[in-house]
């Protein structure tokens, strides 16, 4: 559902933004209100599971184990179980660790139903759904034909430090078999399955109106307009005391379109965001493209506030029956 980047911001400290690549699943935003220097050796440590947002049936897919700082983690056994007739004698788990890259392939259950993918002895859990359609799986010898590969959803606009998904059919099982550009620039494939994509495209990508392609198996798909944005947070520049309130400013660039985001106070107990912890923001479109949000320091120490942009999927008429 999101992606996480590990910020953080001392009492005292002038906020600041800390821009890492990442691609979560307690996923969080493209924007995160930071300060303090993260120490440049640290454990990692899994904080989410990115899964495709549809599996087939019987066809290979791709997980991805991220850190609190979106990072891909290594190592990871991740336990997987669902489809039809999930529960105690539903169809058996299977066990899948996470390559060098932080992804692991696997085989869906033979049946539709939830799918749910966890890590033992961590309360971390994360859902997608098996389908059964024989339409969405491309048949031998179709790879190089351009009607097996459709797009039929992607967002119009999308943070480029944050993780996006497309769906179609046509796609890889495995994850690095399906390529993604936005411009000429490649994109990482987090997660995947034969309808659904999850995808990181990283600072390296333009912001502003750029296209989107998909390629896999010999065929290719776009170009599909879209816009880049990059989301950004900064804060009072005067030493907050405990009991203090002030403003953090949400700043979106590559567009004056305005956009909703979504704001998540990951620190409660520091702060408090006088409108709520998750809450829902609008920013004013034009060149600045801002939207105040209100906040209270509760006591000193780190903090995490985060910033995405709330997902809405448009139909795509490139490739459509």
């Not at 640290?42 to 991220?66: D, E, F, M, N, Y």
């Not at 959803?153 to 944050?162: F, G, M, R, T």
């Not at 990508?205 to 944005?229: D, H, Q």
Request: net charge neutral; glycine share 12%; proline share 7%.
């Amino acid at each position: 559902m999101f992606p996480v980047w590990d910020c953080r911001h001392s009492l005292g400290v002038r906020l600041s933004l800390l821009l890492m690549a990442c691609g979560g699943a307690i996923a969080c935003g493209s924007a995160i209100a930071a300060a303090q220097d993260v120490p440049a050796q640290r454990v990692q440590v899994p904080r989410a599971i990115i899964l495709p947002s549809a599996v087939v049936a019987g066809a290979q897919a791709t997980l991805a184990v991220v850190d609190g700082a979106g990072r891909l983690v290594s190592g990871v056994a991740v336990e997987i179980s669902g489809g039809a007739g999930t529960g105690a004698a539903g169809s058996p788990s299977e066990k899948v660790t996470t390559d060098s890259t932080g992804r692991a392939t696997f085989l869906p259950p033979s049946g539709p139903g939830p799918l749910i993918a966890k890590i033992a002895g961590r309360k971390i859990a994360a859902s997608s759904a098996v389908v059964s359609d024989k339409e969405t799986l491309v048949p031998a010898g179709a790879a190089a034909d351009a009607s097996s590969l459709k797009v039929t959803s992607y967002p119009h606009v999308l943070a480029i430090l944050d993780r996006f998904a497309i769906e179609g059919r046509g796609f890889r099982g495995t994850a690095d078999s399906n390529h993604v550009f936005l411009g000429e620039q490649p994109c990482l494939v987090v997660a995947s399955s034969p309808v659904s994509l999850v995808i990181l495209p990283g600072l390296h990508i333009a912001l502003g109106s750029i296209t989107l392609r998909v390629r896999a198996g010999g065929s290719e798909t776009g170009p599909m307009p879209v816009t880049g944005v990059l989301l950004d947070f900064s804060g009072p520049a005067e030493v907050p005391t405990a009991g203090a309130e002030g403003k953090l400013i949400l700043r979106v660039h590559g567009t004056t379109d305005p956009l909703d985001v979504e704001v998540r106070n990951a620190s409660p107990e520091i702060i408090q965001l006088l409108h709520g912890n998750l809450q829902r923001v609008g920013t004013s479109g034009g060149e600045q493209n801002i939207a105040p949000v209100e906040m209270k320091f509760l006591a000193s120490g780190n903090y995490v506030v985060t910033a995405r942009l709330v997902p809405a999927d448009t139909p795509n008429p490139h490739g459509a029956n």
